[in-house]
Nanobody, 121 residues
Framework: QVQLVESGGGLVQAGGSLRLSCAASGRTFSTYTMGWFRQAPGKERDFVAY????????VYADSVKGRFTISRDNAKNTVYLQMNNLKPEDTAVYYC??????????????WGQGTQVTVSS
């Protein structure tokens, strides 16, 4: 069982930056592939990025590639999402997620409660 708590969301102007954090409970954090997803109003939840358990590999959605960076600190049981050059279309609730296998990164088993990111134009 993994419990996830996101923080760091807020209101930012277009072109600005935010860093989201996701703190995980449990001693098995370092074995999970961790991901970020987002859901805009009236839309489905979309994949944003994931990072493998070791942190050696990352994958991004095309829409955020070059602007967002996912990272993790296994000693702190925390995964981060650095978001730069934010655009109004990045406005969404951002969710942290954990998957036991990289092959299941797009279908994670555990979810956080979400944190709101709003980008004004």
């Amino acid at each position: 069982q993994v419990q996830l708590v996101e923080s760091g969301g807020g209101l930012v102007q277009a072109g600005g930056s935010l860093r989201l954090s996701c703190a995980a409970s449990g001693r098995t954090f370092s074995t999970y592939t961790m991901g970020w997803f987002r859901q805009a109003p009236g839309k489905e939840r979309d994949f944003v990025a994931y990072i493998t358990s070791s942190g050696r590999s990352t994958v991004y959605a095309d829409s955020v590639k070059g602007r967002f960076t996912i990272s993790r600190d296994n000693a702190k049981n925390t995964v981060y999402l650095q978001m730069n050059n934010l655009k109004p279309e990045d406005t969404a609730v951002y969710y942290c997620a954990a998957a036991p296998l990289t092959s299941a990164a797009h279908r994670p088993d555990y979810w956080g409660q979400g944190t709101q990111v709003t980008v004004s134009s």
